[in-house]
């Protein structure tokens, strides 16, 4: 498996369904929406992992609800999104939320962003509240005396 903590620069790694193009586009995406959750740098490799074995061993319970996974690698920081194909089917998004948080091991406090392939389109372009992320990145707690 290749891990994203090893690349420089900006690079985007994503892994799909079977027929399913990471593309706002796709018919499979084109209603749907995504969770997003920025990363301190060094994480990104481990939750990586977490996710794909999560999505592997159908860990979210939600049936072909799940499109895919991009993880981005950026300068200061990394970003994490899962990909849903109905973004108004409240109880799906709310039960893949609880298992992110669950599966990546996410403090109740991680500012997590859902946001329609809809509004991502709109907003294509512009910094809009992706750099929100950038003032909420998750971060290990460490227990120092």
Not at 34 to 62: D, H, P, R, T, Y
Request: charged content about 20%; proline content about 3%.
């Amino acid at each position: 498996m290749v891990c994203p903590g090893g690349l420089t620069g900006h690079s985007d790694f994503h892994l799909f369904k079977e027929g399913i193009k990471p593309m706002w586009e796709d018919d499979a995406n084109k209603n749907g929406g995504k969770w997003i959750i920025g990363l301190w740098k060094g994480l990104a490799s481990c939750c990586w992992k977490n996710l794909i074995l999560a999505m592997l061993e159908e860990q979210f319970m939600v049936g072909e609800k799940i499109c895919g996974a991009v993880v981005s690698v950026h300068f200061q920081e990394d970003i994490i999104s899962i990909w849903i194909k109905t973004a108004s089917n409240q109880a799906t998004t709310a039960q893949i939320r609880d298992t992110l948080r669950r599966v990546l091991n996410l403090p109740l406090n991680t500012i997590m962003e859902y946001k329609t392939h809809t509004d991502s389109i709109k907003m294509h372009g512009r910094l809009g509240s992706q750099r929100l992320l950038l003032q909420n990145l998750w971060k290990p707690q460490l227990n120092v005396p």
